[in-house]
């Protein structure tokens, strides 16, 4: 059994996390635990409060208990909106407080971008332009290329957490470029978990959602390779094992 603990701002999209523990097999238990947002805002100081030192570390004890074996923050913007330096400092007081291996959604993306091979990418967000440019600044500290942003002006998670599968596919494909290798949808109260290999086929690319690259990061922290293909690409990037 592999345990792994999530830190989930307030209450979104967290349905996402039950329909990936059941698509990724039975050995695997997926712990989430809420933390308080303060001011539901894609905002830069709304952001900053979000995720706080005090605020992660809140939720740290109750992941402890669950027997978690690795814990990821489960948030793009309030990681990113630190910058680089910052989003490796958030992490590493997260670390020091679970006494676990830890890391957070953005440094996921950045992970899952060279997992899927690419290089150049898209970004579809929900957030305002302001907010989408910080995440592209972010990526290219990464040493990925961004050949376009498209931010939708969204400003709480509540509404976010309100777009179906149509609207998701309506951002992505107005965030697509010809250029990019895949499509990134940054923000964890966005529902994804469902339908990501239609997103896919409608791009004819890599789709890489936040719910999904935080759980493919989780499970990077513990050395577990999963193949999952109704969780899209990224998860069939491992050969599946032949049973004798």
């Known amino acids: 059994m592999t345990a792994l603990g999530f830190l989930y701002p307030g209450h979104s999209a967290e349905d996402d996390y039950p329909r990936m523990e059941q698509l990724l097999g039975s050995d695997i238990r997926l712990a989430l635990v809420h933390t308080d947002i303060g001011e539901d805002a894609h905002r830069v100081d709304a952001l900053l409060e979000m995720g706080s030192e005090a605020r992660l570390a809140a939720g740290v004890e109750e992941l402890r208990l ?10 793009t913007s309030a990681s990113f909106v630190y910058g680089w330096q910052g989003a490796h400092d958030q992490v590493r007081a997260l670390a020091r407080a679970a006494g676990l291996p830890a890391s ?11 997992e899927v091979g690419a290089h150049r990418v898209a970004v579809g967000a929900t957030y305002p332009d302001d907010v989408a440019s910080l995440f592209a600044a972010f990526l290219k500290d990464a040493g990925v290329e961004v050949v376009g942003v498209r931010g939708s002006g969204v400003v709480t998670a509540a509404e976010v957490a309100t777009w179906g599968p149509d609207q998701v596919l309506a951002m992505a494909r107005a965030a697509d470029h010809p250029d990019a290798e895949a499509v990134l ?20 690319k890599p789709v890489l959602t936040a719910n999904q690259v935080t759980v493919w990061e989780a499970l990077r922290l513990a050395d577990r390779r999963v193949n999952a293909p109704d969780l899209g690409t990224l998860f069939t990037r491992e050969p599946i094992v032949q049973m004798p």
């Open 66 to 75: 669950s027997g978690a074996e690795a814990v990821v923050w489960a948030c």
């Open 104 to 114: 957070s959604t953005s440094f996921g993306f950045a992970h899952a971008v060279g």
């Open 185 to 204: 949808l940054p923000d964890t109260a966005l529902h994804t978990a469902s339908h990501i290999p239609a997103l896919e086929d409608a791009l004819g």
